[in-house]
C-alpha cells in the first residue's frame, strides 16, 4: 500500500522560510513523478509543482505564484520529497499535499503564514 | 495557462436522483482530464481520469464523458456518501489546474 506523510507544517511569519518533507513508502519512488499540491482554508486545489523522475528526466516544474520562492527536492535514498519555502506570504497559508500519480495523496500539513 | 470552469457551483440533490457535473476547459486538453471527489478533512480521492478510466473500486454509478474542452461527470443513483465536493483536472498542459469545484449536498 502507498503510503505519504507530510511533515514540517506550522505558523510562520510573513518573509519566513519552511522546509516541509513528504516521506514515501510503498512504491519504486525513485521511479515516481512527484507533487506538492495546496489548498488555501476553504479554497480549491492549486498545483505547486512536480519534480518528474530522475529516469524521466528529472526535471523540476512550478506554477507562477511560487516560482522563485519555493524549491522542490528529492532524496530517492530515503524515499522523501521536500519542498522548500523561503519568502513566505500570507496567500500560501494552506494545507500542503504530496501527491504522486493522482492517485496517492498524503493527509497533508497545514502551512499558517500570519503575524 | 489553461483555465478550468466547472458549473454549477452547488447541488443540491435527493439520494436516488442523476446529477451531471459539468466542466469546461479555456483551450484543448484532448482526453487528458482528471475528475476528484473531496470530502470534509480528506485529500482528494481521484475517481476518473485519461478516456474514462476509473479508478479501482470505484462504484458503477460515476460515469464520465466527453473529450477536447467540454467534460461531464455523471453521478446515477447518488447516495448520501456522495455528499462531496468534485473538481476537474487537467495534465495536458503544465501548469496542471483544476476547476473551482462542485459542491454535491444531499437533500
Known amino acids: 500500500e502507498v503510503q505519504l506523510v507530510e511533515s514540517g507544517g506550522g505558523l510562520v511569519n510573513p518573509g519566513g522560510s519552511l522546509r516541509l518533507s513528504c516521506a514515501a513508502s510503498?512504491?519504486?519512488?525513485?521511479?515516481?513523478?512527484m507533487s506538492w499540491v495546496r489548498q488555501a482554508p476553504g479554497k480549491g486545489l492549486e498545483w505547486v509543482g512536480r519534480?518528474?523522475?530522475?529516469?524521466?528526466?528529472?526535471?523540476?516544474d512550478y506554477t507562477a505564484p511560487v516560482k522563485g520562492r519555493f524549491t522542490i527536492s528529492r532524496d530517492d535514498s530515503k524515499n522523501t520529497l521536500y519542498l522548500q519555502m523561503n519568502n513566505l506570504k500570507i496567500e500560501d497559508t494552506a494545507v500542503y499535499y504530496c501527491?504522486?500519480?493522482?492517485?496517492?495523496w498524503g493527509q497533508g500539513t497545514l502551512v499558517t503564514v500570519s503575524s | 495557462e489553461i483555465v478550468m470552469t466547472q458549473s454549477p457551483a452547488t447541488l443540491s440533490v435527493s439520494p436516488g436522483e442523476r446529477v451531471t457535473l459539468s466542466c469546461r476547459a479555456s483551450?484543448?486538453?484532448?482526453?487528458?482530464l482528471a475528475w476528484y471527489q473531496q470530502k470534509l478533512g480528506q485529500p482528494p480521492r481521484l475517481l476518473i481520469y485519461?478516456?474514462?478510466t476509473r479508478a479501482t473500486g470505484l462504484p458503477a454509478r460515476f460515469s464520465d464523458s466527453g473529450s477536447g474542452t467540454e467534460f461531464t461527470l455523471t453521478i446515477s443513483g447518488l447516495q448520501s456518501e456522495d455528499s462531496a465536493v468534485y473538481y476537474c483536472?487537467?495534465?495536458?498542459?503544465?501548469?496542471?489546474?483544476f476547476g473551482p469545484g462542485t459542491k454535491v449536498e444531499i437533500e
Open positions: 483536472q487537467q495534465y495536458n498542459t503544465w501548469p496542471f489546474t
Open positions: 519534480f518528474k523522475s530522475k529516469t524521466d528526466g528529472g526535471t523540476i
Open positions: 483551450q484543448s486538453v484532448n482526453s487528458n
Open positions: 485519461g478516456a474514462s
Open positions: 501527491m504522486t500519480g493522482g492517485d496517492h
Open positions: 510503498g512504491l519504486t519512488f525513485n521511479n515516481a513523478w
